[in-house]
């Protein structure tokens, strides 16, 4: 191999040629690329290129989804899912502490969105999802002690039509039950 000069290895870990002279008379291996590596990330204070982490480490090709490429109009679940594939890919303390600064800010617009009532708990939606269930149940359990006697001696076709009333008394009965739950939410929210 050939023998490098400083300003070729200044070159290729993105630092100064100063820099280098001081690894030098801190008898760093420059050829070794994981020895120069752990050198600059403990120093106290790294050169410019070194701030957010190893150059050496990012790769050009590889497209990666990652949380600030997200798309704008993303729910909160998709931003926070492409955070927590990022944090897990981290390599260096300083990626995963700019990480975990987005996270918390993460958490923070979740709470908010809690407080502004746009975001209904789990809990909540499954009390009312309950009430609609019972009510649809119950007027189906109404029409079944009652078609059998308005049924009786129709023909096929009036049968049809008898049904197709029934079936929309419920649904009306269901959309009613859904307009007084989202009543009852807007009310809240005033």
Known sequence: ?????????????????????????DNVDLTNRQKVSRYILRQP???????????????VGKVENTADEVDEDASLDDIQEALRMEMVKAVDYDKARTLKTKADALKKIKELAILDKTYIHREELNQHLIK???????????????????????????????????????????????????EEEEVEND
Not at 5 to 17: E, G, I, K, L, N
Not at 158 to 178: F, H, N, P, S, T
Request: charge should be positive; glycine fraction near 6%.
């Open 45 to 59: 204070k790294r050169p410019a290129k070194w701030t957010s982490g190893n150059p050496l480490n990012r790769n």
């Open 1 to 25: 191999m050939a023998k490098l000069s400083q300003r070729a290895f200044a070159d290729m870990y993105h630092v100064s040629v100063d820099f280098i002279r001081k690894m030098k008379a």
């Open 132 to 182: 609609i269930g019972n009510g649809v149940k119950s007027a189906l359990a109404r029409y079944r002690g009652e078609l059998p006697q308005v049924m009786e001696g129709m023909t096929a076709p009036q049968i049809k039509k008898a049904l197709a009333a029934k079936e929309r008394e419920v649904l009306l009965l269901l959309a009613d039950g859904l307009s007084e739950i989202y």
